[in-house]
């Protein structure tokens, strides 16, 4: 059974910083593309990052040096670091894990809230 669980959301003032992980268990972790998507209320889903099998990254739109990405094979583990972090990054954040050509796994989400 795969599970994706994600973990690190929770509540940060702007300007702070955040990381959160997603623990991959029943796949092959190194043969996955990981990555990050969050969905704020009202708004569909968008791309944070992604990390490919060796180690490229694809870039959200509005990613602009704020956040990145990076996995540990061995921990089956993927991160994201969230920096100088805005109320408008407020969202669900949810890992997702997929092959080229074949459908992917999701997580159930960590929530990110961006408030003073």
């Known amino acids: 059974q795969v599970q994706l669980v994600e973990s690190g959301g929770g509540l940060v003032q702007p300007g702070g910083s955040l990381r959160l992980s997603c623990a991959a268990s029943?796949?092959?972790?190194?043969?996955?593309?990981m990555a990050w998507y969050r969905q704020a209320p009202g708004k569909q889903r968008e791309l944070v990052l992604g990390i490919t099998t060796d180690g490229s990254i694809n870039y959200g739109g509005f990613v602009k040096g704020r956040f990145t990405i990076s996995r540990d094979n061995a921990k089956k583990t993927v991160y994201l670091q969230m920096n100088n972090l805005k109320p408008e990054d407020t969202a669900v954040y949810y890992c997702?894990?997929?092959?080229?050509?074949?459908?992917?796994?999701w997580g159930q989400g960590t929530l990110v809230t961006v408030s003073s």
């Open positions: 029943g796949i092959i972790f190194s043969i996955y593309t």
């Open positions: 997702n894990a997929k092959q080229p050509g074949l459908g992917g796994f």
